[in-house]
């Protein structure tokens, strides 16, 4: 099995404070973490939630 490096990235939109960096380069799985604190780890969610919580964002 072939293991993906994850690519990570920022939103364009994202300011310097209160940022997250999403690698979704991966098909199985989106991988969001802290950039100020990666050492911490990551959330891994399968794509359909991912597209869910970015719905669900947009909303509010």
Do not use: F
Not at 8 to 18: P, Q
Request: charged fraction near 20%; include cysteine.
């Amino acid at each position: 099995m072939q293991t993906t490096t994850p690519h990570w990235r920022t939103s364009s939109y994202t300011g310097t404070e209160n940022c997250l960096e999403v690698a979704d380069n991966n098909p199985d799985k989106v991988m969001i973490r802290d950039t100020k604190a990666p050492e911490h780890g990551y959330l891994s969610l399968q794509p359909p939630a991912w597209t869910a919580l970015l719905e669900h964002v947009r909303k509010i």
